[in-house]
C-alpha cells in the first residue's frame, strides 16, 4: 500500500513540475523581452536514455549587464557562437527561450 501512495506522490510532483516549466516558456514568449544572443557553451550528458544536452547563451539585458543563461531547448542543433534570438523575463533572467523563426 505504500508503495502506490510513494508512486501518486512522485506522478503529481512530477506532473507539477512540468506544468511548472511549460507555464514558464509560455510567460515567457508571451511577455518576454527579446534580445540577441550568442551560444557560450553547450554541456553533453549520457544515460541509459541517450544523450542529452544543456544550452547556455550570453545576452545583454535591458540594464546592459552581459547574463549567462541556460536556453530552453534540448536540441543539440546548436554549436558555440552561434547567434540566435531569445526572449527572457527580468524576474526570471537566467533562464531564456529561443524565438523560433
Not at 503529481?12 to 550568442?38: C, H, Y
Not at 544523450?51 to 546548436?78: F, P
Amino acid at each position: 500500500m505504500f508503495e502506490y501512495v510513494l508512486f501518486a506522490a512522485f506522478i503529481l510532483i512530477f506532473l507539477f513540475v512540468v506544468i511548472r516549466s511549460i507555464k514558464l516558456k509560455n510567460e515567457i514568449l508571451n511577455n518576454g523581452i527579446q534580445v540577441d544572443a550568442t551560444v557560450s557553451r553547450i554541456e553533453e550528458y549520457h544515460d541509459e536514455d541517450g544523450t542529452s544536452y544543456k544550452t547556455y547563451v550570453i545576452y545583454r539585458n535591458q540594464e546592459g549587464n552581459e547574463v549567462e543563461a541556460l536556453l530552453a531547448t534540448s536540441k543539440s542543433t546548436y554549436t558555440k557562437g552561434d547567434k540566435i534570438l531569445i526572449k527572457y523575463l527580468n524576474k526570471k533572467p537566467n533562464y531564456v527561450v529561443p524565438v523560433e523563426e
